[in-house]
């Protein structure tokens, strides 16, 4: 495949010529025709694969022309239009700064929001429903404690409930 001349269709009979730095790029086909026979392979099978590793050799070669030729013209596209890497940088700290500065008024945002579920948790365990509710949760913890330090495993009944005074709930 001679492609030092090679047009490669970019709209400009001169893209499609390479430097030599990129022509000098070696692709080694020599090493698949000196390797022996893979067992199993049929000397059809191996030709047929040593055809598709040569082909598939030149299209990286090719594409590795493309690629070149692509970023050359990308290269005099920014420069005619004036765009620079210094600009492109600035651009770019410019962008990350941005997303920084978003990333910090989320990041307060969901503080303030965690801060408000806190107080108003905070308030509910203060209502006087919560404290009606763990107060009979802490008398009923206190019986049964309390039987099952007496050496009875059994839970208070309610007919028995009357004769001992129930001490005071237990903090959980």
């Known amino acids: ?5 090679q047009d490669i269709n970019l709209n400009s009979p001169n893209k ?9 790029v070696p692709v080694d086909t020599g090493v698949a025709a000196r390797t022996p026979a893979v067992e199993g392979l049929t000397e059809a099978e191996e030709e047929e694969l040593r055809a598709e590793l040569t082909k598939v050799e030149e299209e990286i070669v090719t594409l590795r022309q493309v ?5 050359r013209h990308c290269g ?3 420069r005619r239009l004036g765009l620079s890497t210094l600009g492109e940088l600035k651009q770019n700290l410019s962008r990350s700064w941005h997303d920084v500065q978003a990333g910090q008024k989320t990041s307060a945002a969901l ?3 965690g801060s408000a579920i806190s107080r108003k948790l905070g308030d509910m365990r203060n209502s006087a429903t919560f404290k009606s509710f763990e107060d009979r949760v802490g008398t ?9 330090e007496n050496g009875s495993d059994n839970l208070p009944s309610s007919a028995g409930s009357g004769d001992k005074p129930l001490s005071d709930p237990a903090p959980f």
């Open 67 to 71: 690629l070149a030729a692509k970023e």
């Open 16 to 24: 499609g010529l390479l430097s030599d730095s990129m022509t000098d």
């Open 111 to 113: 503080s303030t929001v």
């Open 76 to 78: 005099e596209l920014k």
């Open 1 to 5: 495949m001679d492609s030092a001349g």
């Open 140 to 148: 009923i913890k206190s019986k049964v404690v309390g039987d099952r």
